[in-house]
């Protein structure tokens, strides 16, 4: 299985408006609740291949959608 | 003796209160409620499960679509509210620093006066209302004239739930801009009926509603945050959860969550999405509901100066934008009308001061106020020429 990333936002406004425009491009994502160890919020992060790190990096730059970190999956 | 007419409960109701909150609403408004509170049924943003996510794809959505009627890019700078009227107050009471001067107008609606006298008579802020004329209109020139060095706000309503006249925001908003000076507009009347843009009218934070021009449900509506306004400029009225920042026992600071502590209406979002896209569906969209309700204007005014005796609108056809129309028949009590088309015609009109005693005393129909028609996008000539043939009537039986 490819090796997965993990977006985590600030806030699941965030996270939402970033679900919203990767799927406006097509790049394959999962909305999912945030991993106890990563982050204590109770919402959600999105899940990404690691290999479209840098694609959703631009994404999100270019619509200026703020995101925390993107962390590798465990 | 008291004497009441027969309730006509089998005559098809004539909604002529659109500028209250619009009726009917478009089915669409009401599936869409029906569909999250059915179907969906999640707290968006509080938990991480199919449903939370579906309610927060649900609140995205309108905020999206609000921004774009907004003319701002980011979304995130929309804050859901209660109703125009939180969304002033949360503009209002949220940016004022002591011993700032404010200058509004006197066609101002109560929800932006009353605030507005609340920060002026605890000595927090001087006020200056400039005077419109009698027909509702604000001279640029007259704000001008008003600003001291002290001016940090002014605050503008863009149409007149009185007059349906609409203000000059771009002057207004350009030379505020110039000065540093925050402009806040209430576009209760206005938002989804009259075009505007943020970003080229100037104005830093606007107040909508979603149960009016837009057909959304009761308990919609909002701030807006113009794209360069930074969120530190003001403060959160409340404070609470928010879904984010957890650990942490401060209110975030980041949009739109510093703003909206609480669980969201998302039913009435869900609903909200569904008028606006009602709304922009329509042929020609904003433009052709406005055209249509000109011609509503136009055809009842016409008719009611020629045909009704005693007949006075408050301001001339051409200068009404919205739908929004007030008169009065001379002699009688506009209270006395209004409950007369109700019962008997199964017309729905508001009388009396419509919460803004200053814009009433402006166009000199204070206390007496007048009859207002507002009409909304589902209205027929053949409802106007009703009306007309029930005022004759109600005119004719007078003493
Ligand atoms: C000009 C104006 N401002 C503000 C409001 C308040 O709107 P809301 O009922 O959404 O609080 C109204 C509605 O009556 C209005 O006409």
Redesign the interface.
Known sequence: MAKESIVLFHSHNYAIWADSALKKESVDHKMMPIPRQLSSDCGYCIRIKSDDAELVEKILHVKNIEYDRIEAAL | MLKNHELKSDTPVIYFDNAATSFPKPRSVIDGVVDYITNVGGN??????RL??EA??I??NA??MVADLAGV????HVIFCANATEAINLAILGSYKPGDHVITSSMEHNSTIRPLKHLEIEQKISLSIARCSTQGLLDPEKIKLLIKPETRMVVLNHASNVTGTVQPLRDIGFFCRQRSITFIVDAAQSFGIIPLNMKADGIDLLAFSGHKGLYGPTGTGGLVLADDFYAARLRPLKFGG??????KTEQ?A?L??RFESGTQNVAGLSGLSAGIAHVIAQPDGIEGIYRHKKELTACFLRRATNEIEGFTGCVPSAMIETGVVSFNLEGLDPSHVVQQLDERWSIMSRAGLHCAPLAHATIGTFPRGAIRFSFGIFNTSNEVDTAIEALKTIRGEAP
């Not at chain 2, 968006?44 to 499960?49: A, E, K, T």
């Not at chain 2, 890019?73 to 995130?76: D, L, R």
């Not at chain 2, 928010?242 to 650990?247: R, V």
């Open positions: 968006p943003g509080r938990s991480g499960h939370a996510v927060g794809q609140v995205f905020r999206q890019a980011n979304p995130m928010t879904g984010s920042a957890s650990d975030p980041f739109p969550d």
